[in-house]
């Protein structure tokens, strides 16, 4: 008796994931995401810009970045951009 009474819990366990994970599956296509751009925009700019002017690049010396982005974020996207793979995939040609 005590198999069949834990049986019936995961098999609505497992029937609840599996109801989820299709309606996940259904919205897919309906989810954009803008990391993608923000990590391009990132790597230009830590790419092409000096350290002084990730943050500050208007003629008021103000930033129309957001706090979201911290300075971590951008040493991070800095490493990424000018590191020797990411330069020898630029010299070739494949980026």
Not at 74 to 91: D, G, P, R, V, W
Request: proline fraction near 5%.
């Amino acid at each position: 008796m005590a198999a069949a009474s834990t049986a019936l819990p995961i098999k609505q366990v497992a029937l609840t994931f599996l109801l989820l994970s299709a309606l996940k599956y259904l919205l897919i296509p309906t989810y954009r995401s803008t990391d993608f751009d923000v990590h391009r925009n990132w790597l230009a700019i830590t790419h092409h810009l000096p350290l002084s002017e990730w943050y500050f690049d208007d003629v008021d010396g103000g930033t129309v970045h957001t706090l979201d982005y911290p300075p971590l974020f951008a040493f991070f996207e800095s490493f990424l951009s000018n590191n020797y793979i990411t330069k020898a995939l630029l010299c070739n040609g494949w980026l």
